[in-house]
């Protein structure tokens, strides 16, 4: 069971605040953002577009990489199955495709983006999502709240404004003189709890796969300063958070694991996926990054409010397919939503990373950071499903 008292004797505390882990550059997701300098385009797979309409078009940069292999499959044989059409864009044809969108030519009824870079002016994966969307078409995401729930420094203030546990966080934005950013930082660090002793996190707004996090571990203020300074320096158009560390016990699953108090939620169209989650490099030989969490667990440990935080996230946002990282901190915080230890205690639930958009989709089989292949396979189907419900109605609508 769960006792406030018992976390630091269960297992020594380590600090278990997501981006705190370095992931390497070759496990992070999506790593189609790393050109594989082996793959060539499987142009075989990509289907002569010349016109026509489309039930399904997904977006990728690389199709040929081998993060998105068995997805992509997977997905693929389930269009087969229902007679749906499947376009892959990828970074060769997403500008023609653009256009003949734009022209009548082509069109898609639902859409899979797994590239864009939101915060980018004139993106072409970007821009293709919005195209869609324009002309009829539905994106999995609506583009604007994609736009908006993936920059960490919004979608801080949409948690914060309706009282969803997140770290104590001083949001930095574009132009900001050194006095001023001095003062504020100084002003921050004053209110600090007395009992708070961790370091600190600089996260840029619209970063991504880990980058754009600096740890900062001095408490020097001259010295925390410059690097805050210098780290803002490096792209002046964009808001940063300096946030606290959050930490957090363990927990043993039902299969006697003993696993952070921490889980990754990912949502598709309706239905909710809960895993036990630590990155990658910090898994034990033949241990998984993800893990199942069970209904028996969500009992055990009273996690309801788990559950109930996950869909408040996706009430607020309005996204379809997101992920979304929360653990149980260690020491009382403010948060609407408790986890009740056996000692009667409240311990509050913290949102990590708040939205991500663009969901792993490798497959645990060939790679432990990954999730389930059961899980992959399954939002595969449910991504056809959704597109044959969605052609159906547009076939009925041209014919009345």
Not at 354 to 361: A, I, T, W
Request: with cysteine.
């Amino acid at each position: 069971m769960l006792a406030a008292q018992n976390f630091e004797k269960r297992v020594a505390r380590v600090p278990l605040y997501m981006e705190n882990f370095q992931h390497s550059s070759s496990e992070s997701f999506p790593r189609l953002y790393l050109k594989d300098s082996n793959s060539e385009m499987h142009v075989e797979s990509v289907e002569d577009y010349s016109s026509g309409n489309y039930d399904l078009s997904m977006s990728l940069k690389d199709p040929a990489h081998p993060s998105f292999a068995i997805f992509l499959e997977a997905l693929q044989k389930e269009c087969s199955r229902r007679g749906l059409r499947f376009l892959l864009v990828h970074e060769g044809n997403v500008q023609e495709t653009i256009e003949k969108i734009r022209i009548g030519k082509l069109t898609s009824g639902f859409h899979l983006d797994f590239f864009s870079l939101w915060h980018e002016a004139n993106e072409p994966f970007a821009k293709l999502s919005q195209t869609i969307q324009d002309c009829g078409g539905k994106p999995v995401n609506s583009p604007h709240r994609s736009r908006l729930f993936t920059d960490k420094a919004a979608s801080h203030f949409e948690l914060s404004r309706n009282k969803l546990g997140v770290p104590r966080s001083l949001v930095l934005r574009p132009g900001l003189t050194e006095k001023t950013t001095r003062q504020m930082i100084v002003s921050f660090l004053g209110k600090k709890n007395p009992t708070w002793n961790g370091g600190l996190f600089l996260k840029k707004g619209n970063g991504f796969g880990n980058k754009g996090v600096t740890h900062l571990k001095t408490q020097a203020i001259d010295e925390l300063v410059s690097m805050v300074q210098k780290t803002l320096g490096a792209d002046p158009s964009d808001s940063y958070l300096l946030q606290e560390e959050v930490r957090c016990g363990f927990l043993q699953t039902s299969h006697g694991l003993t696993r952070p108090a921490y889980w990754r939620v990912i949502h598709c169209l309706g239905t909710f996926h809960h895993f036990w989650w630590k990155p990658a490099e910090y898994c034990s030989p033949g241990e998984k990054s993800y893990i199942p969490l069970e209904a028996q667990e969500i009992r055990k440990f009273r996690l309801q409010p788990l559950l109930d935080f996950a869909e408040e996230l996706r009430e607020i946002s309005g996204l379809d397919w997101f992920s979304t990282e929360i653990c149980l901190q260690e020491k009382p915080a403010y948060s609407k939503y408790q986890v009740r230890a056996d000692d009667g205690s409240m311990l509050p639930l913290v949102s990590i990373d708040y939205f991500n958009d663009q969901c792993d989709v490798h497959v645990q089989s060939q790679w432990h950071g990954a999730p389930p292949d059961l899980f992959v396979h399954t939002v595969a189907r449910r991504f056809a499903e959704h597109a044959t419900g969605l052609s159906r109605i547009n076939n009925s609508r041209k014919a009345a």
